[in-house]
């Protein structure tokens, strides 16, 4: 068991998680490692954003902890893991467990040195790299992501990230209302939205002649979950996670 790190699951936690957790494979060697250690390690990268060489020493060795990582994102267990948190939190809230409205944004970021991935060049933001399409909740809580290069325009972005949410099936069947801003706005994304999802799509447009941050009706909770949000403390939900794994 590794040193108690503030980023540590707690014994509740790793209980309401474990079951989804793969099992090992029939036939190999027995498991030399703890699940709790593995979730702990990949917390600790998360939290403290450091390298996985620099995984202290009294977690599993870092090539294991990557290679759960990057299996369970390949298997879909972390999306599993999100799903369930999302449901917990929103049930926690009082909320029902499926959205009935949510929210699409895109953010532009500059490319890290050494990324290998797909990076474009946005015009309107004048960025080169990457750009992260997300879909939330009027909480804030993200329902899914997709990241692509920085190229990609707003309504193809916005088509693959709804077709995610729309992949999750009975967890969002109460789901009819998707706000977006003016950069998902024309005939051809309503339309596919209202076609192939069957949801109803809402822009929401930035008054004329106004500067800096300015709060959107619906739209301003997906600033709670970027990174460099503009909102001002007091907008955040205390009780809330704005950020789910």
Not at 65 to 92: A, M, P, Q
Not at 95 to 114: F, H, L, T, Y
Request: hydrophobic fraction near 40%; include cysteine; charged fraction near 20%.
């Amino acid at each position: 068991m590794s040193k108690s790190y503030p980023s540590n699951l707690t014994p509740a936690q790793y209980e309401l998680l474990s079951d989804l957790l793969p099992d090992a494979k029939p036939g190999g060697r027995p498991r030399e490692v703890d699940l709790w250690d593995i979730l702990n390690a990949i917390f600790y990268v998360l939290v403290e954003g450091v390298r996985w060489r620099a995984l202290p020493g009294d977690f599993p060795a870092w090539q294991t902890v990557y290679t759960y990582f990057r299996n369970w994102r390949k298997d879909g267990t972390w999306l599993s893991i999100h799903d369930r948190l999302y449901r917990c939190i929103r049930i926690e809230v009082g909320r029902s467990p499926s959205p009935s409205e949510a929210i699409v944004d895109s953010q532009s970021v500059k490319s890290a040195a050494g990324v290998h991935a797909a990076i474009g060049f946005d015009a309107g933001k004048v960025i080169k790299g990457r750009k992260r399409f997300i879909t939330v909740d009027t909480l804030g809580l993200i329902l899914r992501v997709f990241v692509t290069a920085a190229s990609t325009p707003e309504r193809a972005g916005g088509k693959t990230v709804l077709q995610r949410v729309r992949q999750r099936g009975k967890a969002v069947s109460r789901l009819h209302t998707i706000w977006v801003d003016g950069g998902f706005d024309g005939f051809p994304f309503m339309h596919w939205v209202v076609t192939v999802c069957h949801w109803i799509v809402q822009v929401v447009l930035r008054p004329e002649q106004t500067k800096g941050f300015v709060l959107l009706k619906k739209r301003w909770v997906v600033e709670m979950t970027q990174p460099d949000c503009r909102c001002k403390p007091q907008l955040f939900q205390p009780n809330v996670s704005s950020l789910l794994i």
